[in-house]
């Protein structure tokens, strides 16, 4: 079965500075998909950047960034200059590519990202 | 349309009462899924609906009743619920073509 780690519970970055989010992942599957998905006190659940397991490049998304380790098992998010508005908690997520999935998801437990003015 | 639209935003509930919880999508996506989310913790993977057919329930007790009507709209009814259920409940859905869920922002339940 996958399994999804994020083991940093909380994490805290100054304005402007960039942080980095840790998520390690468990499968014996060779194509999946990784997520990082935002969710703000106001609990709706975006998404913030996803990664298909057969490219090589690291995806980009304006500010937003992952550092993805294929052999290693690793997919980290980085945020650069971070905002108030990056304050949420965000879950790591995996979905296989396995025939008949339903495209469903496996998250991780959540970081909790401060943001300080 | 991009978004995935829930009713309620809030319910509150007694332990006798039945009510339903409503999911909408106009993005022609055919898998809609229920997500219960406690506080701090992940979203919980509660039924899945694949062509408006119900593809997984994932052990979920029987005071939730899911419905499917069409392809837009997804139902989740309630009844006779407990404490322990009030939470956090998110719709999503998902097309063919995409590999990602759409969020909707969802419905926080009280069940006193």
């Known amino acids: 079965a996958q399994t999804v780690t994020q083991s940093q519970p909380e994490m805290s970055v100054q304005e402007a500075e960039t942080v980095t989010l840790s998520c390690t992942y468990d499968?014996?599957?060779?194509?999946?998909?990784l997520f990082w998905y935002k969710q703000p006190p106001s609990r709706q659940m975006i998404l913030v950047i996803r990664q298909e397991a057969y490219k090589q490049q690291n995806a980009t998304e304006n500010r937003f960034s992952v550092n993805f380790q294929k052999a290693a098992k690793s997919f980290s998010l980085k945020i650069s200059d971070s905002q108030l508005g990056d304050a949420a908690m965000y879950f790591c997520a995996y979905r296989g590519d396995y025939g008949g999935s339903q495209g469903n998801l496996i998250f991780g437990k959540g970081t909790k990202l401060s943001v300080k003015p | 349309d991009t978004e995935v639209t829930q009713t309620p935003k809030h319910l509150v509930m007694g332990m006798t009462n039945k009510k339903s919880l409503k999911c909408e999508q106009h993005?022609?996506?055919?898998?809609m899924y229920w997500y219960k989310q406690k506080a701090k913790k992940p979203p919980e993977l509660m039924f899945v609906y694949s062509y408006e057919k119900l593809s997984i329930n994932e052990s979920v007790p029987s005071r939730f009743s899911p419905e499917c009507p069409n392809s837009s709209l997804l139902n989740l009814h309630l009844h006779a619920l407990q404490p322990e259920d009030s939470a956090l409940y998110l719709c999503?859905?998902?097309?063919?073509?995409?590999?990602?869920?759409?969020f909707g922002p969802g419905t926080r339940l009280t069940v006193l």
């Open positions: 999503a859905s998902r097309d063919r073509g995409y590999n990602e869920q759409f």
């Open positions: 499968t014996s599957e060779s194509d999946y998909y």
């Open positions: 993005m022609g996506h055919r898998a």
